[in-house]
């Protein structure tokens, strides 16, 4: 049956049932938007990781993206505008048994938003950024953002952008981000694969995912419809793992190189706090958040799932390597 | 390990005719083009896609991973099999 | 609304004893005896003293503090600490204040308990940072936008910074509202004894936490004059929280009419719990001429002023609001039928004084003696007002 009986049954039967709240249906999100393909890797690597959904959970801003929180059926919050990571700090520093993710976009988090994401970059808070760069603030109208290309035309430069963009991973290399990965909404299965690695690893880890906006941004820029920007991914992406972040610019419609820049290992924040604190105050301090036997049971379960995502990732690796070699 | 012995895995497609918004991404993108968009229109007025070369699907799921209105989805054949009964 | 139940404090937080602290410590020692064990602040004069002693008290009471880069990551990192499950709080003063309106209607809308204590000093914008004010009442209830109802105390001494910040919890957990310690530069600065009961003397309402079914579970209840029981992240609740018009399960609703229905129970919350939430500290109000209306470190003055009046032969009261918001216009109203007049003395331009003309609704005089902030008033205006009000 190519078409679903009925509305009701296409929402029990989706394998996004058990991910997305179903009852808000459909989204408001424009045709051709790539932030859907976003969630839908989202999802993707929340069902292969086994990850406990009870314990995730979704901070998003304001912005088209910032809608991403309302329909996703965990525990989530839609703050306001470009203050997402201060919460999801507060959030994870509470309970820290929280796996905790932002997913909101470019002006959200890098501009209004910016000081608060370099600040949990350096801190190497342990949480998941992923940004949806669509280079425009989308919900507004089309403004330009600090990602927006130069030369490129936005609502509020109508005569074409002056100014010098960010380049993401280079600004989150820089404050300190230990996991900087780029993709985009093309390459949904390479998002999927990065959200796993960064939900499986602890610290800050960021990855960015170069989406179209066909509404604004495309329809502004003359750049086509959501098929021509995927088709622009496709000949214009190039990985590049482990490139150096000072060389990953985006001109306008220019060369994406996308990848997995950066992934080392850097105490977290509250890993940091609690070494201080047992050796300045000594066998008294109880580490935050947990006994001492509860932590170590804790490291030990932790490390053996680790273990055990690794192999399957490496197991999935190998399979698909037999596939084609066969 | 000898061509004749693997079984290809064929996927049934399942489409959401109303929350469709005609993107063509589904369509574009299937490694073996076995989706078109149809020439009926939807409530909103998009072209939403149908199985073209339904023996061609291999649930790849590139289509339900790229669709951004959770619009399509794929199962393999024998699962699909196994919902269609539930729901009878 | 049923009164909630309490329980005695964590006595990990709290270092019963005779102490001789300023307001600002004592501000972190009744937080801590509250059982608060979150605490993300920024340094401002006069404040930081507050959040110095919870970073140095708060490893041994299992609590977790960190400085935030500004005062917005500071109130954002508290919404989400709240709903992490802790009681959150955190210190500021005016600047700071400023700069958290727009997360305190964040809070405000998604009902999140949270205490702010406002350390005023003389404004407006940098002014006078180390110098006493009470500038910033009004904003404490105007500052955010949109319509919304927060609480307010006000302490006149370090004992009731104490006091007042285990009372600030209490209230906001059972409101779900954000509460606000207005304190100043003096009362913070000033050393004082502070008595510190044993922990099981101490009352603290505990979070309502919800106990019915998972697929039963509302973050917001919109009829009725009490709130729905919180849970927190992590419990497989799967709830939504957004500050967009939202209807009972979180989830936005963006028309007028559930508008209406919020923003009806963010004021009918407090407004109609009203009595149950003010305080008052009345002297000889019974039979006098004139009564003082006053808050914060202005009544430590009044008293002297007071003293000097009845000793002139007017029969004078003195009537401090520990409760600023909600105002307690029904006693005012009450009050300004009796009295020849009603002085308000305050550090700044004329702000309480402006409900107390409100709610007396021209029935008696209303003489404010205002002062710019810096310093405190002089006894002396404060009595010739009294005078001034007694003819």
Known sequence: MTY?????????????????????MPHIWCPGCGIGTVVNAFAEAVKKSGIDMDKLAVVSGIGCTGRVAGYVKLDSFHTTHGRAIPFATGLKL??????????????????????????????????????????????????????????????????????????????????????????????????????REAMNRKGFSFIEVIAPCTTLYARRNRLGDGLNALEYYQGDAEIA?????????????????????????????????????????????????????????????????????????????????????? | M??????????????????????????????????????????????????????????????????????????KQEEEEQTENEHA | MSMPKTVAADPKGVLAGYHFLDGDHALAEGALAAGCRFFAGYPITPSTETAERFAERCPNAGGLFIQMEDEIASIAALIGGAWGGQKVMTVTSGPGFSLMMENIGL???????????NVQRAGPSTGLPTLVAQQDMMQARWGSHGDYRAIALCPDSPQECFDLAIEAFNLSETYRVPTFIMTDETVG????????????????????????????????KFTGKDVAPMVKAGDGYRFHVTGL???????????????????????????????????????????????VVSYGITSRIVSKAVQDAKAAGIKTGSLRLITIWPFAEK?????????????????????????????????????????????????????????????
């Open chain 3, 245 to 291: 018009t939202h209807d009972e399960r979180g989830y936005p609703a963006l028309t007028v009419e559930q508008n209406k229905k919020v923003v009806t129970h963010l004021i009918e919350k407090i407004d109609s719990n009203a009595d149950k939430i003010i305080r008052l500290e009345e002297k000889d109000v019974d039979g006098a001429e004139v009564v």
């Open chain 1, 94 to 195: 509470a309970n820290p048994e929280l796996k905790v993710v932002v997913v909101s976009g470019d002006g959200d988090l890098f501009g209004i938003g910016g000081n608060h994401f370099i600040h949990a970059a350096r801190r190497n808070m342990d949480m998941v950024v992923i940004c949806v760069n669509n280079f425009t603030y989308g919900m507004t109208g089309g403004q330009l953002t600090p990602t927006t290309p130069a030369t490129a035309q936005a609502s509020t430069t109508p005569y074409g952008n002056y100014e010098y963009p960010f380049s993401l991973p280079s600004l989150a290399d820089a404050a300190g981000a230990s996991y900087v990965a780029r993709w985009t909404s093309l390459h949904a299965r390479n998002v999927t694969q990065s959200i």
């Open chain 3, 189 to 220: 600065h000033m050393h004082e004894k502070v008595v510190i009961p044993p922990a099981d003397k101490i009352k603290v309402v505990p979070r309502n936490w919800y106990q019915g079914p998972k697929s039963d579970y509302r973050p917001y």
């Open chain 2, 2 to 75: 000898a061509f004749g012995t693997i079984k290809n895995i064929t996927g049934v497609v399942t489409i959401n005719w109303n929350w469709c918004k005609g993107c063509g991404f589904c369509v574009g993108f299937c490694p073996t083009k076995a989706l078109a968009l149809s020439s009926e229109y939807n409530a909103k007025g998009y072209h939403p896609p149908y199985v073209k070369s339904p023996d061609d699907c291999r649930n790849c799921e590139f289509c339900q991973t790229i669709c951004p209105e959770f619009a399509i989805y794929v199962r």
């Open chain 1, 4 to 24: 679903a009986n009925s509305d009701t049954e296409f929402r029990q039967d989706s394998p996004m049932a058990e991910f997305l709240r179903m009852e808000r």
């Open chain 3, 107 to 117: 809070a405000a809308m998604t009902e999140t308990p949270l205490v702010i204590a």
């Open chain 3, 331 to 391: 006693r005012i109203r009450e009050l300004a039928g009796k009295v020849k007049a009603i002085v308000v003395p305050e550090i700044n331009y004329g702000q309480m004084v402006l409900e107390v003309e409100r709610a007396a609704a021209g029935k008696c005089k209303v003489i404010s003696v205002n002062h710019c902030g810096g310093a405190v008033h002089d006894p002396d205006t404060i009595l010739a007002a009294i005078k001034e009000g007694a003819k």
């Open chain 1, 241 to 326: 793992h482990g490139a150096d972040t000072r060389t990953v610019d985006i001109d306008f419609q220019g060369k994406i190189k996308v990848g997995k820049f950066v992934d080392r290992e850097k105490p977290t924040y509250l890993e940091a706090v609690n070494e201080r604190y047992a050796n300045v105050l000594g066998d008294e301090y109880q580490l935050y958040g947990k006994t001492q036997p509860e932590r170590e049971e804790e490291a030990r379960r932790e490390a053996a799932a680790r273990e055990l995502e690794a192999e399957r990732m490496r197991a999935e690796d190998e399979a698909m390597d037999e596939q084609e070699g066969a």
